[in-house]
């Protein structure tokens, strides 16, 4: 096979320079051809010659070189003369300049202080913002939630279970896994403090205490924000983007009612239930931690346990569950609603689901704990 | 070249129990525009994503510049992908691209050319679709349906391919856009010597671009030819197409075969 790339040969003829061009112009040589061309550098007041009649092929990248490049040489002193093109070559090179507009690849970037100072203003705005209309949001969902308590009839139970369903029982072995290896973590790092003291029967008093009071609840929470308020926002996201919610609402239907409510119903029932199975998980990886590490057999933790914790202190940790849950499902639904534009869009909304229902979850757990407190619990 | 750019033989495309294709032979020439028209349901976009390797057949030989695709992979699989160009439905811009930058990136990719011939090209190729230059530093979420397209049909064309794929150009745009994009791409097709496969249900585009007409129907290419053959035909969902009361008003057939 002949070799068919562009090239480019000079030759002064007389006191011109002529420039052959030849082969195919493409796309394809463009990178070698751009270089080629810029390193053409005829003395000032030296007339040149473009010869085209090489060419075998020309696209419009090719075209574009081409005229780019002549004009580049062309200067008040010294001429420029294409010659020797097909018809169509010299119709593809007339048409493709006299086409070019320059235009903004991206959109201009402005001043870097303003910028910041710009951001800043805007993002404490948003924050207003997005705390007014939460807040609104929640009222929206409380009177919905009213209104279809009075008329049972509108709490769409089929969407409630397939929701617990998604949320629960999916959400189950991931949960029970990561509690039993807390379960097992906490005792490993306690024992080897408290045996320094003499003291390790009380690792299974700092197991029962943390698991039921907090690490279950908060832990578990932590887990279903990450699956299931995520998976709240974008699915409510991408129905927004292909403007499901609109036509929800024009036919009459109440996406809070549909979307909303029988996610939040299903994650505050189902959310106490993963915490009681992350509680019995992690106690069970603390005994059989207690049991290899400590010799603390399970009959002797099971004592333990019933005398250093009472029921309190396991209702404690399951009665913030549905609070959190709420929270969550909360915010997810929030959030995906709360998108549009792009797919962009959904993923940065499904972020703000998860940052933000897990910093308001822990927001919760401290004034819980603050309350307790005060009750004495 | 001589023989078709592209070359379909025995072609089989299943989804489970579902046979969209069996034996489906198809040839495009080089520097035609074909259209290709069928159903709902018959296969259109499954047969422009098998050509262009999105969709892997279960059966069948596809060729494409005289070069077998099946079983094509890595570089030598890159450098065919160079030389066409897809329009998808609604553009499939990159969302998170300016107008510009979509256009630069099968560039970047494939070629390391200076940044200012770069910009360049981009400038290029929104003039040539029809694009301002204001269109350039634009995000496609804020461009209309129409422009959007124009904007997928620049980046299709950034490569200077040699076939463009298009699938539904004209859909979803008003007649008068409709009727603009396709002179826009009766024009770069005739200046750039471009092999054009379009999948369409417009007749419209049909009767003003297309050279040839591919009917998809029972699994195969019923009938492939120009529109007058088309009217000849006497397959009773082909009649219903070109001599139904949209074919009448689109001026199918005017004078020629007037029911």
Known sequence: MTDTRGRIESISAGNRLEIHLSGRWEVGYAAELEIALAQLSPPVDQPVLIDLSGLDRLDTTGAWLIHRGSEALRSPRRSVTL????AEHEQLIARVSGLYQPCEIQPPAGNALIRLVARLGENALTVLDTAASFTAFIGLTTVTLLRSLLHPRRLRFNAITVHMEATGIN????????????????????????????????????????VLRELGVLLTSIVVAGRSGSAFAAEIGSMKLHEEIDAMRALGMDPVEILVLPRILSLMVVLPLLVFTADVMALLGGAIMCWISLDIAP????????????LPTFWIGIVKAPFFAGLIALTGCYEGLQVSGSAESVG???????????????????LFSVVFTILGL | MSGPIIRIRGLCNAFGDQIVHQDLDLDVDEGEVLGVVGGSGTGKSVLLRSIIGLNTPAAGHIEVFGQELTGLRGDTRRRLERR????????????????????????????????????????LKITMVGLGPEAGSKFPSELSGGMRKRAGLARALAMDPEIVFLDEPTAGLDPIGAAAFDELIGSLQSQMGLT??????????????????AVLAEKRVLAIGTMADMLQQDHPWIREYFHGPRARAAGVGAGTNGI
């Open chain 2, 84 to 123: 066409w160009g897809v329009l998808f439905q609604d553009g499939a811009l990159f969302s998170a691209l300016t107008v510009a930058q979509n256009i630069e990136a099968p560039l970047k990719e494939h070629l390391s050319l200076s940044r200012s011939l770069m910009d360049e090209i981009a400038a």
């Open chain 1, 348 to 366: 940065q909304r499904t972020t703000r689901a998860v940052v933000e229902s897990i910093f308001l979850v822990i927001v919760a757990d401290a």
């Open chain 1, 171 to 210: 959400a189950l072995p991931i949960v029970s896994l990561i509690s039993f290896l807390i379960g097992i973590v906490m005792v490993y790092q306690s024992a080897f403090q408290l045996t320094r003291f003499g003291a390790q029967i009380f690792v299974i008093d700092l197991l029962a205490f943390s």
């Open chain 1, 83 to 86: 010659s020797g093109a097909r």
């Open chain 2, 196 to 213: 054009v496969f379009m999948v369409t249900h417009d007749l419209d585009s049909l009767t003003a671009i297309c050279d040839r007409i």
């Open chain 1, 299 to 310: 009959d002797l933790f099971l004592q333990r346990l019933r005398s250093a914790v009472d």
